[in-house]
């Protein structure tokens, strides 16, 4: 079955690091996006990964595994307007019609 | 700005009144989708058009329909709205070959009562 595992929440300081994990089990893989969502808004691309490796973006990085079907995006140098839920998405045929989503992770950013 | 745009950005409806949802685009992109996303769960993909060609998810109710008049503008029809039906639905596009991900609208949030 199309599965993707990420962390419902995680909390951290601002000024802090933090990386938020995902795990994915899909039929066929044709790259891993990572997107951002403040509440009650429509969700925002951040990173995309097609091949292994950390791809960086000013404060935010994600990383890929093909092999061990994993990514993570890293957010350092956190800012209260970072608190949004962070949804981890792979596009699972070719031609790039099929993203399957994560629930999110919610993180909270606290003073 | 070329954009995505979604109206309205609320939707009341009664429960088994039909209910139209629009979604409109400015960036020329060949791909529209339709995805519904209740609280706090990932977004579902409900069904996208190629160009023309409509495609439906297995799983999606036959409650739900959808017309792509032209390249610019796709509709979601909700013919008997239920209880379960509440929730955000987002409009998205993409390019065929583009290697960026969608471009979503702001959403409609759909509330039946």
């Known amino acids: 079955g199309q599965n993707i595992d990420q962390p419902t929440e995680m909390t951290a300081t601002e000024g802090a690091i933090v990386q938020i994990n995902c795990t994915y089990q899909?039929?066929?893989?044709?790259?891993l996006f990572w997107y951002q969502q403040h509440a009650g808004e429509a969700p925002t691309f951040l990173s995309y990964n097609v091949l292994d490796g950390l791809e960086e973006k000013g404060r935010f990085s994600s990383f890929l595994s093909r092999s061990k079907g994993y990514s993570y995006l890293l957010l350092k140098e956190l800012q209260m307007k970072d608190s949004a839920s962070y949804l981890c998405a792979v596009r699972d045929d070719p031609g790039g019609f099929k993203t399957i989503f994560g629930a999110g992770t919610r993180l909270f950013v606290k003073a | 700005d070329a954009m995505v745009i979604q109206n309205p950005r609320y939707q009341v409806t009664q429960f088994g009144k039909p209910v139209t949802l629009s979604c409109s685009q400015t960036?020329?992109?060949?791909?529209m989708y339709w995805y519904q996303q209740k609280s706090s769960q990932a977004p579902k993909l409900l069904f996208h058009y190629y160009d023309k060609d409509f495609n439906n998810e297995a799983d999606t109710p036959d409650n739900f329909q959808s017309r792509r008049p032209n390249t610019s503008f796709c509709f979601l029809d909700i013919r008997s709205p239920g209880l379960g039906d509440a929730a955000m639905y987002l409009c998205a596009t993409s390019r065929e070959g583009d290697i960026g991900g969608y471009t979503f609208g702001s959403g409609t949030r759909l509330t039946v009562v």
């Open positions: 899909t039929s066929g893989f044709n790259g």
């Open positions: 960036l020329n992109h060949n791909v």
